[in-house]
């Protein structure tokens, strides 16, 4: 039988020896190039290291104050590697496990005060049996003469471990064995020695040293299958441990099991399915969510008290209890020991306590030093959000700078105090309203609305309700803009811009998307299944005229029935699907309106429902509206007073 503590104990050794050997160092401006000089020192590929990081680093201000990224690395053990080591232990371990269980049998001749007795034990493993002529010579020198040789054959024959007499000796009880024992001083081990018996003595039996040893106070710890051996086999004159005291042990006070990183530096760097790592992705915020369990207290163990082997009690203190850290927006589990979420949120320890904080505030920019960010509350931004980075929070997201080329997704309202410059790659994505200073070369979707103070310029904007860009410079121009209910700008379009301004409104920006969508699908179905008919029509006629198709033939004809009963169920469900959204839109009672207070100029089209309207003369303060299917000019009309003021109080101009 296999060992697993020696397999557990011999794999973790060869672990550890393998990582002493290739840790190593590193550092770089970045924390992408400290990982990178890692891997060029320890000649592997990035995705083949782990590392932690030592120091972060700081790119200084003003060329002033700059720290390198330091890092510690290590070569990553990979599945692969942990097989082969349990591999190589489970064979060592198995070795051993097999040497030890192959062990020959055993023959001991013993003079007691009952007669001349033999005890055989059987053989374990391959080992060998016992031989009768080895058993022969032993009672020969033990000077026995007067014994039965049929029941030496039948003990050696039963193999029972047990002392069996054979005969009779002349007993001389002055030449018997002798035992003494030795106590410590602190009575926390017992030691025999044993001088050995002369012609005509007995030996002693297990039975006579345990009796031994409580007649003289030694009456806990004793190794009594050990002492069985050495009364089997014995050591004379030797100094032999046979009984071993418990020391004490306190009890283990209580802690807390944390459920979370409680380094709130640590960098957790997680590698993509491409094997790559991307350093934007750093993880350093801790989400968690209403009702989950955060912490566990285990509780304090008692103590386990000690003995000699004289039996006196040596006592242990029991361990000692701690408070449970309750902070902020946690509570105490029904168990009595769990702590756990109120809420949606980051948790953090602050003041050595548990709290979930709604709100991650990042001071500065969103960048290197931050990563992505993805949060389950409200996020609020000091800065920027930089290129190529994104920010999504199930809250709110507020940006007191501008937003460049990346992507923010939140639940809540957006609000960008500055403005979007998407550089025609930036998307944002609202559960209910947008607000910003200006909207440039962007994509920009809201479960609500937009509302903008100084334009529009080159951007798709979709808002389920209103697009209102309204102040001193509120003009849209260029780029697409749905809403369901109104676009209301001072103005739209532009004298000399020759980029397309088109507004659409009275119906749902996405529902009708995901029609055009649906429609394409149609048609792209409509025309394979078409294809398949002809294919199965041809296929069949030939089988007609042939009475049969070969085999290759065959089975391309039943692939194409099943082709054919996809693409029929793939039209019936685009039918369905379609029908859904059509019955929605038509329960939209939003009338639409696009609206401009200065001015709409010629080029701009404008779609209300199904119908459509290329502005081809300049207009001054007007509002276009559908009337009896057709696009009409009316007088200039305000937006709702209630877009005027966005959360917390922004004022849209």
Known sequence: MVDFVQLQHAMKERLERDRAIHIIEAEGATLEDAVSEAAALLNLSVRHIEYEVIAKGF??????????????????????????????????AAAAAKAALDKDGQAYVHLLHDGACLKVLPPVGRGRKVNPSDVTQLIAARGISNYSMDKVTAIIKEEKGAYVRIGDFQHIPVNDAMVSVDITADEMKAVITVTPPGSGGCDLSLETYLSYLRNNRVIFGIDEEGLSQFADDPSYNEPVQVAQGTRPEDGRDSYIQY??????????????????????????????????????????????????????????????????????????????????????????????????????????????????????????????????????????????????????????????????????????????????????????????????????????????????????????????????????????????????????????????????????????????????????????????QRKSLPEDKEAYLTELMDKRQELTEDLRKNKEETEKIQSFLNTLKARGRVSASSKVYPGVKILIRDAKEDVRNEYRAVTFILESGLVRVTKYEEPDEEIKKGPDGYISN
Request: glycine share 12%; net charge negative; hydrophobic share 35%.
């Open 259 to 544: 459920n979370f990183e409680t380094d709130q530096s640590s960098v957790r760097l997680r590698e993509g399915s491409n094997g790559r790592v991307d350093f934007k992705d750093l993880n350093i915020i801790q989400n968690v969510v209403e009702g989950q369990p955060l912490a566990v207290k285990i509780p304090a163990e008692d103590g386990v008290m000690g003995r000699t082997v004289t039996g006196k009690v040596i006592p242990a203190k029991n361990g000692r209890e701690i408070a449970i850290p309750l902070g902020k927006n946690v509570h105490l589990g029904d168990d009595g020991v769990t702590v756990v979420a109120d809420m949606n949120g980051q948790v953090v320890i602050a003041g050595g306590k548990i709290n979930v904080e709604p709100v991650y505030t990042v001071q500065g920019n969103v960048n290197i030093k931050t990563g992505n960010i993805i949060f389950l509350g409200t996020v609020i931004i000091t800065g920027n959000v930089e290129d190529g980075y994104s920010v999504k929070a199930a809250g709110n997201i507020e940006v007191d700078g501008t937003v460049e080329k990346a992507e923010l997704d939140a639940e809540g309202d957006i609000i960008v105090h500055q403005g979007i410059t998407g550089k025609s790659s930036g998307i944002i994505r609202s559960g209910r309203s947008i607000w910003a200073r200006f909207i440039e070369n962007s994509h920009v979707e809201a479960g609500n609305m937009v509302v903008v103070s100084d334009g529009i310029i080159n951007s798709q904007v979709d808002a389920f309700r209103r697009i209102i860009c309204k102040g001193k410079r509120a003009s849209i121009v260029g780029g697409r803009l749905r809403a369901t209910e109104e676009i209301n700008a001072k103005s739209i379009g532009s004298p000399t811009s020759g980029t397309e301004t088109i507004c659409e409104v009275g119906f749902d920006p996405k529902s009708k998307e995901q029609l055009e969508i649906l429609e394409v699908q149609k048609a792209e179905n409509e025309k394979q299944l078409e294809e398949v008919q002809l294919n199965i029509q041809t296929l069949i006629n030939i089988k007609k």
């Open 59 to 92: 790119s200084g201000f003003m060329g002033t104050g700059a720290k390198n990224w330091k890092i510690k690395a290590y070569e990553r053990v990979t599945v692969e590697t942990i097989k082969e080591e349990k591999k190589a232990a489970v064979e060592e």
